[in-house]
């Protein structure tokens, strides 16, 4: 009999390292693991030590030398300029190959990083799949930053080469990456030792090959006609997969660290209990590989299953309609698809009648997740009227790198309740917890966090930074890991996930920080103060306010102002920031001790029941940063002073 979600937990609980050992003899191991779980490794122990693999041999050579090598691997589609290709897994293991051994000229080897500016096309997930194979270090950093947060990235992981492209395609324009990345290496103080570019059709970007500058396709061609051969690099299971950049509580971003076991063992498991897709079938994450969610979900996930993945280049909407998703989903026969709630909207929006999916024939999907923000219960069940498959809302963050509470399709979905992820899956427990780290009973809200150890998996710790690590996320509540969310757990142990306990909004599904916005807002000459808070939005979910104190001297006109903040922020920060919405005020909202009541702010902006904080300066201050918001269009429902 097939086991149940309850069967698998408790067997888990039962039994930790069995239960992981079991996962791990699954994969391939040049050597053995020696200790399924060592306590004294690492910031909070380490998982599979004594143990050597190799990711890319996992996810490619594994299923090339079982005989599936004419499978499809990947499927590469661009609604921005029609591309569509397919690789089965033995052309995958070709392209990595070859430009594995162009990284190898370039003095790539294992521990070396490597950052990946690139948009999405193949050769993206072809140049993380070689990093892994040489035991190289990647970082992918999301085409939407701007020069500046690329040279931090840079600068923080030392990276030795850079792979990027001449652009990206965004809809109605052609994104150079080039200048970017050259003010990028400008401004940074390490100078990687070569640029790799991908020419694509739509720009040929001059290269600078005094500063290193290599032509991708020709180099890698050339490889391809040698048949170099590049085995892979057995690396320590607790050796770096990859350092994933994220939004922190200040400006400087957390390089979230991955390692090669834990990770391989972690996400293989997923795909067949928690998503129920099985080897050969077609999964697609319609994400971005510069978040997590393309890590694990177009790329490592799906590979190491034997799934094929969909890699596609494009919009939920405009590119060319909103009938795009279907049309994917019906071609390449999708069997489950994984987005964020900011899709769907965006679809019902242009499309509530669904009348573009009723063109196509969706038969074959079983099932949608949801994850990256709170799924609202109006789009989850319109996704589900639409097609009437399990829609399931999965909750997790860059610094897991896999689900931490869901329900699992492939163990037998557990009942639904509206509003909440459902529960935990093995390897995570979840306690609510009060400020000062007391367990709260249910129902009650409360801090989110995760009983150490984290499973495999999860992040080891910040890249050189294990002390930015403990004070971030294991402090605050001694032996668990703090998630930064906020929420309740009911009598059924369903997890309901309310809100961030930090600086973090998430704007259409992508992770920002409203404390990096108010650095760059700061650095502007008329500004003596500001603060930035996620304000709702109806298809972004959130999107940025910045509210701006002028200095007392200043006389230029205020629009002017506020136009060359977003402008400054666009180019700091960059376009997907999505800051667009500021304004002038005299004075912030402050406590007797001077901190900005941000909170208050928020909730007057959203129209929601706010109560004035009994520790507050100047009461008038609220009242006039009500006015503002009016002015603006926000603060519809609010009347100063509300009780809450
Ligand atoms: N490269 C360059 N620019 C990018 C970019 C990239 N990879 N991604 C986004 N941008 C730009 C956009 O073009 C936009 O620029 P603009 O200000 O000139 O219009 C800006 O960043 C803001 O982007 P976004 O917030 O994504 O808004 P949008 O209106 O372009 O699209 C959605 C809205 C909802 C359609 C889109 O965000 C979406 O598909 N989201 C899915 C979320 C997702 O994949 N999340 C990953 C976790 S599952
Ligand atoms: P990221 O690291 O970009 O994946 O963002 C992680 C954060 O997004 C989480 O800490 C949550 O705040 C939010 N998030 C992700 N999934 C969900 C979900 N299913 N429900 C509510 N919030 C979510």
Redesign the pocket.
Known sequence: MQSTYFDVYRDWQAAPEDFWRRQAEKLHWFKPVEKVFDKDQGVYGRWFTGGETNTCYNCIDRHVKAGRGEQDALIYDSAMNGTKRIFTYSQVLDEVQAIAAVLRNCGVGKGDRVIIYM??VPEAVFSMLACARLGAIHSVV????AAHELAARIDDCGAKVVVSASC?L????V?AYKPLLDHAIDLAKVKPDACLILQRDELHTPLRYEHGDMDFSRAVEAEKNKGTVVPCQPVAATDPLYILYTSGTTGQPKGVVRDNGGHMVALNWTMDNLFGVKPGEVFW????I?????HSYIVYGPLLAGNTTVLFEG????TPDAGTYWRIVSEYDVKVL???P??F??IRRDDPEAAMAAEYDLSGMRALFL???RADTETLKWAEQVLKVPVIDHWWQTETGWPMVGNPVGLGLLPFKPGSPTRPMPGYTIHVLDDEGHPVVSNTLGNIVVKLPLPPGCLVSFWNADDRFRQTCLEEFPGYYKTADAGLLDDDDYLFVMARTDDIIN????RLSTGAMEEVCATHPDVAECAVVGVADS??GQIPCGFLVLKNNVTREEKLIEREVIDLI?NEI?????F?TVMVVKRLPKTRSGKILRGTMQKIADGLPWKMPATIDDPAILEEIIEILKAHGYAKASDAGTAA
């Not at 965004?170 to 324009?173: Q, S």
């Not at 994450?285 to 971005?288: E, I, L, Q």
């Not at 960059?574 to 999505?578: I, M, S």
């Open positions: 948009p999405m999301f085409g939407g930053f990206g965004e809809p109605g324009r994104v994450a319609a994400s971005d510069g978040w997590v969610v393309g919009k939920p909407v405009g994984f987005t964020a900011t899709a909207r965006a994850a990256g923000e704007c259409a599904g992508h298809l972004k666009r960059g376009p997907v920031a999505a667009r």
